[in-house]
């Protein structure tokens, strides 16, 4: 069953046109890691799709449901989505408890104490129990974007979009955000993931699209869009991420 | 050593001053004891009118100003009519002296001979302070709003949060802590201003004053309503500083984002 497809995502900015027609199918339960150079357009692409930016041409379909008619409520449709970002974006003001029950209560009218027993309960899961009542600046960078994770976990979404989860994060705390990733895949979560983490991608994910100028030039099984490429701007691609050693 | 060379400039000031020709004059005309003690009552008196406007319109520049900032960071183009009207409005009474509203509101809104429209001084003075300082305190919140980063406002609305939801939840309690300095700071400008609705005939401390000036011949009262202002600036000022220091402590220790 196919949770989130993305139909000829056309997006521009003035005159830059940075999705050129973008088709992506995500099935139940799968995970698909997006690759590609910095500018390729992943960020562009995962914010369309959650409607955070509104798409030129194309169409959106969460469920089979055209979300990008202008007749469909955006945020109903957002509160059915998680996203989790680069840059972990916590809300500062509110404690880590408040951050992961905020939308289960003001946008899914859960009660406080539920919305709180099962916060606890995630919080738990990944070792952060104790900080529940700490604020964001006080938590690693790992340990932010772990709550992040949770924080978007915790709408209980259809699909869950993760945007270079690991880019800003100094490279001993990577592997516990990873971690994460992976159990939260290995529960049966559908997942989009920006990376540029290979090896993860390699691992974790059912299928590995690459993104170059606005285009998905192939996608596949991790094996053979990362092990034999087709296209010569992948291998390119691949070439450049293998040099930097991240493969 | 600083307070060594302050207490030493003060005092050849001091001489500077009482030394002068004029100062017999000038000590019984400005600053005569008796004086100052009977006027006292009146003019304290005057001053709960002060502090009624202070707070009444304080209150309402703060629900007005957030109102218009609200409006003025709309997006849109559904909205451009609203986002107009709050920047023609912001342009308007921000260029304006305070002064002249006060006398256009004050003298003109009785001048139509409405009915309904209110005539007493206390009235028209409180509206024109609040239409000034309203404009100013809008852009102050603008200003806070702009500064969170679009970032926070994404997070909020990727997680179903409405636009309402997010302004009410996410972005204004960020902005309100980065200007409640700038905003006491507009509080204790309001403090002083709020003795300028004499003009309009409301016997507050200064049109208290100005009756005791016109029955004595002497200048002292002014001094006195003029002293029972700044005394009641003070604590603000001191409270302003604090909250400055310590948003620039918190900022320092670089908590936001
Ligand atoms: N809000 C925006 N306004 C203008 N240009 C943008 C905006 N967001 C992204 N872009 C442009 O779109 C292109 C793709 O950006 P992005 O989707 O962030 O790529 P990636 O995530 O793959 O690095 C870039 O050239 C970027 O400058
Ligand atoms: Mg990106």
Known sequence: ?247 | MALASTLLFAAVAYLAVTSSPGWPRVQATFFSPSVALESLPDIARGLLVNLQVLVVGGLLVLLVGLGTAALRTLRGPAFAPLRLLATAYVDLFRGMPLIIVLYLVGFGFPALGLQGVPTSPFVLGTAAIVLVYSAYVAEVFRAGIESVHPSQRAAARSLGLTHRQTMRIVVLPQALRTVTPALLNDFVALQKDVGLISVLGAVDAVRSAQIQVGQSFNFTPYVVAGLLFVLLAVPSARLADAVTARARRRQQSGSLL
């Open chain 1, 1 to 247: 069953m196919t949770v989130l497809e993305l139909r000829g995502i056309v997006k521009a900015f003035g005159d830059d046109v940075v999705l050129r027609g973008v088709d992506l199918a995500v099935d139940e339960h799968r995970v698909v890691a997006l690759i590609g150079g910095s500018g390729s357009g992943k960020s562009t692409l995962l914010r369309c799709a959650s409607l955070l930016e509104t798409v030129d041409d194309g169409q959106v379909l969460l469920d089979g449901e055209d979300v990008t008619d202008p007749r469909v409520d955006a945020d109903q449709v957002r509160r059915r989505m998680g996203v989790v970002f680069q840059a972990y974006n916590l809300f500062p003001h509110l404690s880590v408890l408040d951050n992961v029950t905020l939308a289960p209560t003001v946008v899914h009218g859960r009660s406080r104490a539920e919305a709180v027993e099962e916060a606890r309960a995630l919080l738990d899961r990944i070792g952060l129990a104790d900080k529940a009542a700490e604020y964001p600046d006080r938590l690693s960078g790992g340990q932010q974007q772990r709550v992040a994770i949770v924080r978007a976990l915790a709408v209980r979404p259809r699909v869950l979009l993760l945007d270079e989860v690991t880019s800003a994060l100094d490279p001993e705390l990577v592997g516990e955000v990873l971690s994460l990733v992976r159990e939260v895949a290995a529960q049966g979560m559908t997942i989009v993931m920006a990376t540029h983490e290979m090896g993860f991608a390699r691992q974790v994910a059912d299928t590995v699209a690459f993104l170059d100028g606005g285009v998905l030039l192939e996608s596949g099984p991790p094996a053979q869009v990362l092990g034999e490429p087709q296209h010569p701007r992948t291998r390119q691609f691949l070439a450049r991420v293998i040099d930097a050693g991240r493969l």
